[in-house]
């Protein structure tokens, strides 16, 4: 899976919209600010509630539909600080954004869940998802930014179709050390991950990673 990262990293540019600012025009569902952050804790990565990957909140990406998710998130109150969005237009997804804490994402026809993303509310770092679930099967890495450079790093887990990003950092490569910071989780329909996936690079353990390559004489 050595093959060379473009521009635009599919699945990384959905995670992404979970901080930065949503140009599309957004629905609300509610009058409610949405300038909190929802109590989601690990999102259930270790403590598996009230469900664990590639589940969140009891939602599974190409399992749960439009209307069981929309109920799930009446049911936590979460859906009274949740805006929908539609990207459609403009080649993108459409979805439901909730606070500044998670993101999901359905079909054109509001038919099933396809992919989510969170923002755990309690400090992860990466030795702590190598020792629950090992090495990933992937890397990706992807740089940017105006006023300086800065990279992000995505790790794959195929089995459980999930993505961890980890924090980002300054400069054109990123440092994997033990005690990264998990920045967001993401799960993904299978179809979706493979298009994610297919961008990874090699894992070789900690050291510092480029797009597209690992420098393996920097491994710490």
């Known amino acids: 899976m050595n093959v060379k990262i473009t521009h635009h990293i599919y699945f990384l540019g959905f995670l992404i919209m979970l901080t930065a600012c949503n140009k599309a025009s957004e629905t609300p569902t509610s009058i409610h600010p949405t300038v909190v952050d929802l109590q989601i804790n690990d999102g259930g990565l270790f403590s598996g509630v009230p469900c664990g990957p590639p589940c969140f909140l009891g939602i599974r990406p190409d399992a749960t539909s439009y209307d069981d998710m929309i109920g799930i998130l009446s049911e936590n109150q979460d859906l009274n600080y949740c ?14 954004k909730c606070a500044n804490s998670y993101i999901i994402s359905f079909d054109r026809e509001k038919t099933v869940v396809t992919s989510l993303a969170f923002t755990p509310d309690v400090k992860i770092r990466l030795q702590e998802v190598l020792k629950a679930y090992g090495e990933p099967a992937g890397i990706s890495v992807s740089t940017g930014g105006y006023a300086k450079t800065v990279s992000k790093a995505l790790l794959f887990y195929p089995q459980y179709t999930m993505s961890i990003t980890l924090e980002e950092q300054d400069g054109d490569a990123y440092l994997v050390q033990p005690g990264n910071k998990v920045d967001m989780i993401g799960y993904e329909g299978e179809s979706s991950f493979q298009k994610s996936v297919k961008f990874a690079q090699e894992w070789f353990g900690y050291g510092k990673y480029k797009i597209g390559r690992a420098s393996c004489r920097e491994r710490v």
């Open 83 to 96: 805006k929908e969005y539609d990207n459609t237009d403009d080649g993108g997804d459409r979805g439901v």
